[in-house]
């Protein structure tokens, strides 16, 4: 098995980060106990990450409905070597 150098970060989608999350949150739940302290916390948790990603929602569709772009263009700047 190939070890990655801790430094190395790894590129995954925004579709693979959500996909791993609610398979955490599923896992966790599988081995809690039923009316636990800890399970009202992964619940709180899980909502506070939702409402998280609604504000970056709510952000970038606020955003768009100003007409203001994603971000902007970066230009290449030439520069002479001497």
Do not use: Q, Y
Request: charge should be positive; hydrophobic fraction near 30%.
């Amino acid at each position: 098995m190939e070890k990655k150098n801790p430094k190395e970060k790894e590129d995954i989608g925004t579709e693979e980060a959500f996909r791993s999350l609610g398979r955490f949150f599923s896992w966790m739940e599988g081995r809690i106990v039923p009316h636990g302290e800890f399970r009202e916390h992964m619940k709180k948790s899980r909502l506070e990450c939702l409402k998280g990603i609604r504000s970056l929602i709510d952000e970038r569709i606020a955003g768009l409905e100003k007409g203001k772009p994603k971000r902007e263009d970066k230009k290449a700047t030439r520069v002479k070597v001497d």
